[in-house]
């Protein structure tokens, strides 16, 4: 087995800096996520987690040589924490083989996203 960690922490107000344009924001997240962010009162942390999230992914993945646009890939929260869907299917054959595992944190201004890619 194959386990490949990506982290990345970021900061909420450069985030909410960097994307306070809506176009900004929407070339880098799906419909779906930008849904879930709007529907929080305080929502640049979600921003800053999935902006986080997508890093540690992208980091966990480069060693497969499977690399992708963020706006390929949209971070869910379910029932057992989030994961990841990807859109396009050739991505989704790309990564068929490999699990994914993902863990976003918040605290004060920083957000911190850990992925792990795993692979027989």
Do not use: C
Not at 22 to 39: G, H, P, T, V
């Amino acid at each position: 087995m194959i386990i490949k960690l990506g982290t990345d922490i970021v900061s909420v107000s450069r985030i909410k800096e960097v994307f306070s344009e809506r176009k900004k924001l929407e070339r880098l997240f799906s419909a779906k996520e930008i849904e879930y962010m709007d529907s929080h009162e305080s929502p640049w942390e979600t921003v800053a987690g999935r902006f986080a999230a997508k890093e540690a992914l992208y980091k966990a993945l480069s060693p497969f040589k499977i690399s992708f646009d963020f706006s390929d890939v949209t971070v869910i929260t379910g029932p057992n924490g989030p994961f990841a869907e990807f859109e396009s299917a050739e991505m989704r054959e790309l990564v068929k083989d490999i699990r994914l595992e993902l863990s976003i944190s918040h605290e004060q201004d920083y957000a911190v996203a850990f992925a792990a890619a795993y692979k027989e």
